[in-house]
């Protein structure tokens, strides 16, 4: 296989966190999950997701303390490379709570979502801890409940 970034661009934090999401879609996606999404009978990918949560390949970029493993750019987009082998649906649902969630942490007196709200400080830790990625974005969409 021919990497789209190559190893020399590549620190060796990077080059993990990439070999680490390369074993993760080779051992534990379903082979037959696109398939399934082009049937319909898989609308979101849940358990993707979650699978990818639990092993804290979400968010890559986050803080430590908010969850995340202080990477660089370059190494979540060497984990999209790896993901977006299975197709842009999966890559899309991988890279949502990255690009979410950063609206949040990195910006906390951000755009309002309601004209009264602003994201700060109490929103971060909540979207970044939670347990279950469809609340994180959820939360991340709406605020917190």
Sequence with gaps: M???????LLDDDEL???DEVRRFVAERVSSDLVTRMDRD???YPREFVADLGAENL????????????????????????????????????????????????VNPSGPRL???CRLGDTWRQPMATSLRPRQRLGLAIRGPR
Aim: hydrophobic content about 45%; proline content about 5%; some cysteine.
């Design 58 to 105: 979400l968010g890559l970029r986050f803080p430590k303390e908010y969850g995340g493993r202080s990477l660089s750019w370059r190494a979540e987009i060497a984990a999209l490379e790896e993901v977006g082998i299975l197709g842009t649906s999966l890559g899309c649902a991988f890279s949502m709570p990255s690009i979410v969630g950063a609206a949040i942490l």
């Design 2 to 8: 021919t990497d789209v970034l190559p190893d020399l």
């Design 16 to 18: 993990l966190v990439r």
């Design 41 to 43: 009978e898989v609308v």
């Design 114 to 116: 309601d004209g009264k």
